[in-house]
């Protein structure tokens, strides 16, 4: 059973830089059929695509985050990892990683980290 | 680019059929995936490919893409459906993840 799950920092100052990771279990990130996404959600609000990756692709970013965004696959260690700079508190967020199937579907989830931006 | 328009709220009876709309110029040239999300949770593929559902998925769920719109259908809903519902795409010509906004299913 593929699971996903994230790590990182729940408090980060403005301007300061992001980072998560997500590990994987029962799949491989070298897997060249996946791709793997990070999305986020406001407290509140609709889901947001962050990007991405595969370790056989170069990765796609969500234009709307005005190039802050770094995604990177540590194959040797089966995790994920995003970089987010500069943020505001526009970026407070839950921040899941997911596996995008062939048919570009979000098809295993993690369950979400929390992120708050906030001096 | 894609623009998904999603009804904020849809209201149903138990029992009655549940229809939640996604609209766009052309989003029948495309494939439509649908997730379920209920408070607290992750979101869950409750379809794609339009109208394909993932093991564990009701066949009360179904879906279909054509025109400027795609639907996901539920039927002889339940409580347990109450959820928002959010539609994605893959835009090619962008390389990327486009959601709807979503909709908020309430199960009178």
């Known amino acids: 059973q593929v699971q996903l799950q994230e790590s990182g920092p729940g408090l980060v100052k403005p301007s300061q830089t992001l980072s998560l990771t997500c590990t994987l279990s029962?799949?491989?990130?070298?897997?060249?059929?996946?791709?793997w996404s990070w999305i986020r959600q406001p407290a509140g609000q609709g889901l947001e695509w962050v990007g991405r990756?595969?370790?056989?692709?170069?990765?796609n970013y969500n234009p709307s985050l005005d190039g802050r965004v770094t995604m990177s696959i540590d194959t040797s260690r089966n995790q994920l990892s995003l970089m987010l700079t500069s943020v505001t508190a526009a970026d407070t967020a839950l921040y899941y990683c997911?596996?995008?199937?062939?048919?570009?579907?979000?098809?295993?989830w993690g369950q979400g980290t929390l992120v708050t931006v906030s001096s | 680019s894609y623009v998904l328009a999603q009804p904020v709220s849809v209201s149903v009876a138990p029992g009655e059929t549940a229809r939640m709309t996604c609209e766009a110029r052309?989003?029948?040239?495309?494939?439509v995936n649908w997730y379920q999300q209920k408070p607290g949770q992750a979101p869950l593929l409750v379809m794609y490919?339009?109208?394909d559902r993932p093991p564990g998925i009701p066949e009360r769920f179904s879906g279909s893409n054509s025109g400027n719109t795609a639907t996901l259908t539920i039927t002889t809903v339940e409580a347990g459906d109450e959820a928002d519902y959010y539609c994605?795409?893959?835009?090619?010509?962008?390389?990327?993840?486009?959601f709807g906004g979503g909709t908020k299913l309430t199960v009178l």
């Open positions: 997911a596996s995008l199937s062939g048919y570009n579907a979000f098809d295993v």
């Open positions: 029962g799949a491989s990130l070298s897997d060249s059929l996946y791709f």
């Open positions: 990756i595969s370790e056989n692709s170069s990765p």
């Open positions: 052309n989003i029948g040239h495309i494939t």
């Open positions: 490919f339009d109208s």
């Open positions: 994605q795409v893959w835009d090619t010509s962008r390389e990327e993840v486009v």
